[in-house]
């Protein structure tokens, strides 16, 4: 149902743009988020962007990631720019519901390097 594509390696200071693409679900009127987990810590809703196109943010990644969507292609994006090597974490895909996620991709690696 949704399947992130755009991770990779990155040096301190570079960026990425990941992708989500959704199938077989209801997108457009739907939050829809980024998290990411690191080994040993819970994972991290980094943004979030509603159906309204209201978008919010990890005081973390604020300033630096972009989150944005296109309902025509049922595709979230996430920009990363000036990448840090604390922000190496698995990047998941999910849409919000009231009551939290409720569905999720496989999850795809970012990792920057010092």
């Known amino acids: 149902h949704l399947v992130e594509s755009g991770g990779g390696l990155v040096q301190a200071g570079g960026s990425l743009r990941l992708s989500c693409a959704a199938s077989?679900?209801?997108?457009?009127?739907?939050?829809m988020g980024w998290y990411r987990q690191t080994p040993g810590k819970q994972r991290e809703l980094v943004a979030s962007i509603g159906g309204d196109y209201y978008s919010n943010y990890a005081d973390s990644v604020e300033g630096r990631f972009t989150i944005s969507r296109d309902n025509g292609k049922n595709t979230v994006y996430l920009q990363m720019n000036d990448l840090k090597p604390e922000d190496t974490a698995v990047y998941y895909c999910?849409?919000?519901?009231?009551?939290?996620?409720?569905?999720w991709g496989q999850g795809t690696q970012v990792t920057v390097s010092s």
């Open positions: 999910t849409r919000l519901t009231n009551t939290g996620p409720d569905y």
């Open positions: 077989d679900i209801v997108f457009s009127i739907y939050t």
